[in-house]
């Protein structure tokens, strides 16, 4: 997935991704340029999940 593509459908995904964990806020899940291990850090807080847990629940979406 090249990033494009990734900022592309990222407002779609957020919304997704809001509705399966509510505990998260939009502040959780701003991706910003650099800031990729920090977004992933507060999912994995928030959640409990691994990187790769949640990357197959996205997917799932």
Same mark, same amino acid.
């Given at each position: 997935m090249n990033e494009?593509?990734?900022k592309g459908g990222w407002n779609e995904l957020k919304g997704k991704i *809001?509705?399966?964990y509510g505990?998260?806020?939009d502040d959780d899940l701003t991706?910003?340029?650099g800031k990729?291990?920090?977004?992933w850090g507060k999912?994995?807080?928030k959640t409990g999940k691994? *990187?790769?847990?949640i990357n197959k629940s996205v997917a799932d979406l």
């Open positions: 494009t593509t990734l *809001k509705q399966a505990e998260l806020t991706y910003a340029e990729e291990d920090e977004m999912l994995q807080q691994t *990187k790769d847990e």
